[in-house]
């Protein structure tokens, strides 16, 4: 059974940082294109960027130059390096397979706040 849980999350000021986690279980995800979505209160959920699986990276507009996605394939792991952080970036926070996404996870609630 596939499962996603990210953690990290929590309540930082503008311009912190947060380190975000994702395990994914259940099967080899060495080969999948892993990405992080969020989503604001009231919003749909958006895509954040990805990383694919020789580590080439891709990210929204709204994050490039902030948020760095990297992986650990040998431990089933992608993180989110979120720097420079706005209140903008208050989300729930999630990651998951690009192209055929898996069950969501419960996510990982990031507030931006000062």
């Known amino acids: 059974q596939v499962r996603l849980v990210e953690s990290g999350g929590g309540l930082v000021q503008p311009g912190g940082s947060l380190r975000l986690s994702c395990v994914a279980s259940?099967?080899?995800?060495?080969?999948?294109?892993m990405a992080w979505y969020r989503q604001a209160p009231g919003k749909q959920r958006e895509w954040v960027g990805f990383?694919?699986?020789?580590?080439?990276?891709n990210y929204a507009d709204s994050v490039k130059g902030r948020f760095t996605i990297s992986r650990d394939s040998a431990k089933n792991t992608v993180s989110l390096q979120m720097n420079s952080l706005k209140p903008d970036d208050t989300a729930v926070y999630y990651c998951?397979?690009?192209?055929?996404?898996?069950?969501w996870g419960q996510g990982t609630q990031v507030t931006v706040t000062s």
């Open positions: 998951n397979t690009h192209f055929i996404p898996q069950p």
């Open positions: 259940g099967r080899d995800f060495s080969a999948d294109t």
């Open positions: 990383i694919n699986s020789i580590g080439a990276t």
